[in-house]
């Protein structure tokens, strides 16, 4: 796959999106490799830490078979500097005009946060389709994308916030819903210890969650 990918194929990698926090860059190849030895064929780093980036470049150059995305984009200079790192796909929480416009300019694919209505048919306006719901639970959860099908049939969802593995399969057999964005597969005690076998494991048990 390449950058140029549209974002609805980012849906269909995986029915768990992992969103990993890294304090430590050297972690991430070994991370990004039990995911895909689990069958979790993409990962967004979130750009909440300063290794953030340098993460990125890491597994992007080491682990080529995994799909890596840039998270928590929050500004422009963060969508350029993404992508320059060798992000394949962005993804942000929330949706300014200049951070959409910035995320157009790098080319690649990327889900747009929404957390109600509104947001969803202003990014549709803009010819997306395929958005992140954040904070997914706080904003409305399973009742809310069941909701918002009727009146916006067109859009599919990548929920994400508060979401486990117990609630994950709601999720994942609504009709609207492509994947769900969660944390729990990769731990951060468990990244901090190098119990890599433990993040397979749990890559394994969110590959098998499509119903």
């Known amino acids: 796959m390449t950058g140029t990918m549209p974002a609805a194929e980012l849906l269909r990698l995986s029915p768990v999106m992992p969103v990993v926090v890294l304090d430590d860059a050297a972690r991430a190849v070994p991370m990004a490799e039990a995911l895909l030895a689990g069958g979790v064929r993409v990962v967004e780093l979130t750009l ?9 470049e890491r597994v992007a150059a080491a682990v080529p078979d995994i799909v890596v995305g ?38 690649l694919p990327y889900l747009p946060g929404a957390g109600t209505v509104s947001e969803a048919m202003r990014l549709a306006e803009r010819g997306r389709t395929e958005l992140k719901l954040f904070p997914a ?19 599919r969802f990548c929920p994400t916030g508060g979401i486990t593995a117990a609630t994950a399969p709601g999720y994942l057999a609504l009709p609207n819903v492509g994947c769900v964005g969660g944390s729990w597969l990769t731990p951060r005690d468990a990244l901090a210890a190098g119990d890599f076998s433990r993040v397979t494991a749990l890559a394994k048990e969110a590959a098998a969650l499509r119903p």
């Open 48 to 56: 909440r830490t300063p290794v953030a980036l340098a993460a990125v």
């Open 70 to 107: 840039a998270g928590t984009v929050t500004t422009p200079e963060q969508a350029r500097r993404a992508a320059d790192a060798g992000a394949r796909f962005l993804v942000t929480p929330g949706s300014t005009d200049a951070v959409l416009d910035a995320a157009d300019a790098t080319g």
């Open 137 to 155: 639970e706080a904003a409305g959860g399973i009742a809310f994308l069941r909701s918002v099908a009727g009146p916006l049939p067109g859009l």
